[in-house]
């Protein structure tokens, strides 16, 4: 069975550094094609993916946040971290982590193997609340 | 970024009656391999998202087949043919083509008449 659990302040002030853990079971992060992302959701909103790293430590990370994140993983720890500097009031959301799993193999007939691996965010953590306050 | 739009925001439904969710993408999301990289989830009140649909039509392991998804290149729908009292919560789109960044729809809330 499969599952993440997100950690880390509930609390922080502006201007802070955010630090978010994601302890997980159930699966390697040194398997090919796994990766562990992170979203989060403001109160009363949509979902806003953040980060995600792969197996092979690869990155990638939103545009629109990429100057204040950093995501990094301990694979004999089951743990992906994430990072964020510099906080503000609208970074008040709860921070969900999520695995980036093989959901399916299906058929493509053009291609050389006449197959392709299908990775998809299937199994996410419960969440954890962060508000950014003075 | 590719920009997501759902409609409507908001779906009363009786139960017993069907659903319907739209998805619109500003570009397409048809991967060279034919299969369009469009996940659907389902945000129960109080719960995380979970995976309903995946590569536009395909059901996750354990969805009841009273869901499907349709669609393709900018266009998608999800279907509930007969709604059910545990359905209700936020539904979203989310596109896996041209990342980063994944980027979701606004989120349609479903809710029992």
């Known amino acids: 069975q499969i599952t993440l659990k997100e950690s880390g302040p509930t609390l922080v002030k502006p201007t802070q550094t955010l630090t978010l853990t994601c302890t997980f079971s159930?699966?390697?992060?040194?398997?090919?094609?796994?990766?562990v992302a992170w979203i989060r959701q403001p109160p009363g909103k949509a979902l806003e993916w953040l980060a995600l790293i792969y197996w092979d430590d690869e990155k990638r990370y939103s545009p629109s946040l990429k100057s204040r994140l950093s995501i990094t993983k301990d694979t004999s720890e089951n743990q992906v971290v994430l990072t964020m500097t510099n906080v503000d009031p609208v970074d008040t959301a709860t921070y969900y982590c999520?695995?980036?799993?093989?959901?399916?193999?299906?058929?493509?007939?053009?291609?050389?193997?006449?197959?392709?691996?299908?990775?998809?965010?299937?199994?996410w953590g419960q969440g954890t609340t962060v508000t950014v306050s003075s | 970024d590719i920009v997501m739009t759902q409609s409507p925001l908001t779906l009363p439904v009786t139960p017993g009656e069907p659903a319907s969710i739209s998805c619109r993408s500003s570009?397409?999301?048809?991967?060279?391999?034919?299969?369009?990289?469009l996940d659907w989830y389902l945000q129960k009140p109080g719960q995380s998202p979970q995976l309903l649909i995946y590569?536009?039509?395909h059901r996750a392991s354990g969805v009841p087949d009273r869901f499907s998804g349709s669609g393709s290149g900018t266009d998608f729908t999800l279907k509930i043919i007969r709604v059910e009292a545990e359905d209700v919560g936020v539904y979203y789109c989310m596109q896996g083509l041209q990342i980063p960044p994944y980027t979701f729809g606004q989120g349609t809330k479903l809710e029992i008449k």
């Open positions: 590569l536009g039509s």
């Open positions: 570009q397409s999301l048809l991967h060279s391999n034919g299969y369009n990289y």
């Open positions: 159930g699966f390697s992060l040194s398997t090919s094609g796994v990766g």
């Open positions: 999520a695995q980036r799993g093989l959901i399916d193999i299906v058929e493509v007939p053009s291609s050389v193997q006449g197959y392709s691996y299908y990775y998809g965010m299937d199994v």
